[in-house]
């Protein structure tokens, strides 16, 4: 008997490394929204975010056409903005407003995009490369995907409204 609880304990003792090194439900998830993501042609920034405050951040980053570049801008959602920064739109405001401005259609689809963000969604920036939501990967796949989709919309919209190269 004593050697079957032996042989057992050290059974347990091998395999306790590699039960404990397993990816967790969050990592399987992560990691499931993040090829879906790239799949799509996002890609995923794990660099500094634009809030200092704020680790655990990241990137996905929606490249505009060479030809063609985006508006500058950075939105940063109330909860974590400065009470003197423009209003943007209800629970967003504008770090930086739009360099050149935004069409009328673009700022209303912008806003529309806006509204569909889930609450982990803290900034979103534009450059003349890309437009980058900055957020903890809160979604699940399924979830995300209309989302996708509507940001590939806005950046297909926004595509040629930033200063053009002379």
């Known amino acids: 008997m004593e ?4 042989l057992g304990l050290a059974v347990f003792l091998i395999l306790s490394p590699a039960l404990w090194l397993r990816p967790g439900l969050h990592e399987k998830r992560r990691s499931a929204l993040r090829v879906a993501a790239r799949e799509s042609g996002v890609d995923i920034r794990a660099d500094k975010p634009p809030l200092q405050a704020m680790d655990g951040l990241v990137g996905y980053r929606w490249r505009y056409p060479q030809a063609a570049p985006g508006s500058d801008f950075t939105l940063v959602r109330d909860g974590h903005a ?22 009328e259609d673009n700022e209303h689809r912008l806003k529309e995009v806006l509204l569909a963000l889930p ?4 900034v979103v920036t534009s450059a003349p490369q ?3 939501l900055w957020w903890e990967e809160s979604c699940e796949t399924k ?12 950046v297909d919209q926004l595509a040629g409204s930033g200063r053009h190269r002379k």
């Not at 050697?3 to 032996?6: D, E, M, P, V």
């Not at 400065?82 to 050149?100: I, K, N, T, V, Y």
């Not at 979830?143 to 806005?154: C, G, H, K, S, V």
């Open 82 to 103: 400065s009470d003197r920064l423009q209003e943007a739109m209800a629970g967003w405001r504008w770090r930086q407003a739009p360099l050149p401005p935004l069409s």
């Open 130 to 132: 890309g437009l980058t």
């Open 143 to 154: 979830a995300f995907e209309p989302l996708l989709r509507a940001l590939d919309d806005l």
């Open 3 to 6: 050697i079957f609880l032996f």
């Open 119 to 122: 609450e982990d969604a803290l």
